[in-house]
């Protein structure tokens, strides 16, 4: 999850991580996810085999209904990485809430 960045990999060094991170993923888990509470850019790079979320900020049912969503179609969430501080005090209380096994 990340409050303000879709991961750019031709732009940042934090970008290429996380692309690495979610490549590593999709090796790992069947199904792998990526939040942003940022807008969807046009022509944004996407990457085979990750589901993009818009997570707009300070929407607490909105939140509550996508990890449900996730759980119901792609099974428990068995685990999350926020890519700052920032992310984890915005989004972990729901993940909690809403993933007790992540």
């Not at 692309?19 to 590593?24: I, Q």
């Not at 996407?46 to 589901?51: D, G, L, Q, Y």
Request: net charge positive; with cysteine; hydrophobic share 35%.
């Amino acid at each position: 999850l990340s409050p303000t960045s879709w991961p750019e990999p031709n732009a940042t060094a934090a970008g290429i991580r996380t692309v690495s991170l979610l490549n590593h993923f999709t090796t790992r888990f069947d199904s792998v996810h990526f939040g942003c509470g940022a807008p969807m850019k046009e022509g944004m790079t996407r990457f085979a085999n990750v589901h993009w979320h818009h997570i707009k900020p300070n929407r607490t049912d909105d939140m509550t209904n996508l990890l449900q969503h996730i759980q119901h179609k792609h099974g428990i969430i068995r685990a999350v990485v926020f890519d700052r501080f920032y992310a984890e005090e915005a989004y972990s209380f729901r993940i909690r809430e809403q993933c007790p096994n992540a």
